[in-house]
């Protein structure tokens, strides 16, 4: 498997679940600044010019839940995924795609300072619904799914995590905090997480 990075991109999140799995593929730096991802041999693997990509037996992947999403599967003796079929599964899959579809966009169209937009069409509704919709999924104690920590906690908790380091969650909850602080402790978090992130 091979894994294109930059650890300090949105990389660092699957650089965290293969550390969480305590599996090493062959890693790929990719620098940012020098144009790495605008290369043509690059855009060959990834159109989008973006990291984290994983290439694994020759098929590319990308985006980092459906990386974590891949991982868990292929390794699940580690148990980082929910059964199939089970209810849990639904939870599960809810955490991995909100980062995506809700969370990101948001976030982007609020650093933007974009005025009106039609938010009833909008997948990602408003700040306000978008907020609340955190807010419900942090999860009190524990994980997103109870007990067991999952890819799942890899995916939203790194996403809120990105999204409150870098000021575009501009006033976290004492739940969403505790929530961060618990993964920061998470030895894989640290081995994987620049210092300036803890
Ligand atoms: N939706 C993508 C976003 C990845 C992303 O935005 N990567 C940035 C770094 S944080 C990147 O590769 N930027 C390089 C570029 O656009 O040239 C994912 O979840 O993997």
Same mark, same amino acid.
């Given at each position: 498997?091979?894994?294109?990075?930059? @650890?300090?991109?949105?990389?660092?999140?699957?650089?965290?679940?293969?550390?969480?799995?305590?599996?090493?593929?062959?890693?790929?730096?990719?620098?940012?600044?020098?144009?790495?991802?605008?290369?043509?041999?690059?855009?060959?693997?990834?159109?989008?010019?973006?990291?984290?990509?994983?290439?694994?037996?020759?098929?590319?992947?990308?985006?980092?839940?459906?990386?974590?999403?891949?991982?868990?599967?292929?390794?699940?003796?580690?148990?980082?995924?929910?059964?199939?079929?089970?209810?849990?599964?639904?939870?599960?899959?809810?955490?991995?795609?909100?980062?995506?579809?809700?969370?990101?966009?948001?976030?982007?169209?609020?650093?933007?300072?974009?005025?009106?937009?039609?938010?009833?069409?909008?997948?990602?509704?408003?700040?306000?619904?978008?907020?609340?919709?955190?807010?419900?999924?942090?999860?009190?104690?524990?994980?997103?799914?109870?007990?067991?920590?999952?890819?799942?906690?890899?995916?939203?908790?790194?996403?809120?995590?990105?999204?409150?380091?870098?000021?575009?969650?501009?006033? @976290?909850?004492?739940?969403?905090?505790?929530?961060?602080?618990?993964?920061?402790?998470?030895?894989?978090?640290?081995?994987?997480?620049?210092?300036?992130?803890?």
């Amino acid at each position: 498997m091979k894994h294109y990075y930059n @650890p300090m991109s949105r990389a660092m999140t699957t650089l965290w679940m293969f550390a969480e799995l305590d599996v090493e593929p062959e890693q790929i730096f990719v620098d940012l600044h020098a144009g790495d991802t605008a290369t043509a041999q690059f855009r060959k693997i990834n159109p989008m010019g973006k990291i984290p990509v994983l290439v694994d037996d020759g098929v590319v992947i990308t985006e980092v839940a459906a990386i974590c999403t891949y991982l868990a599967d292929k390794f699940p003796e580690k148990g980082f995924a929910p059964a199939l079929g089970s209810t849990a599964r639904g939870t599960y899959y809810r955490y991995l795609f909100v980062p995506g579809t809700t969370m990101e966009p948001m976030f982007t169209v609020k650093s933007m300072n974009v005025g009106d937009y039609p938010a009833m069409s909008a997948g990602f509704g408003d700040l306000e619904r978008c907020l609340a919709t955190i807010e419900e999924m942090t999860p009190d104690a524990d994980w997103a799914l109870g007990a067991e920590f999952t890819a799942a906690d890899i995916v939203f908790g790194g996403t809120l995590d990105f999204f409150i380091q870098t000021g575009s969650l501009e006033e @976290p909850s004492d739940k969403q905090k505790a929530y961060v602080r618990r993964l920061k402790d998470r030895p894989a978090y640290q081995k994987t997480h620049d210092p300036s992130w803890s």
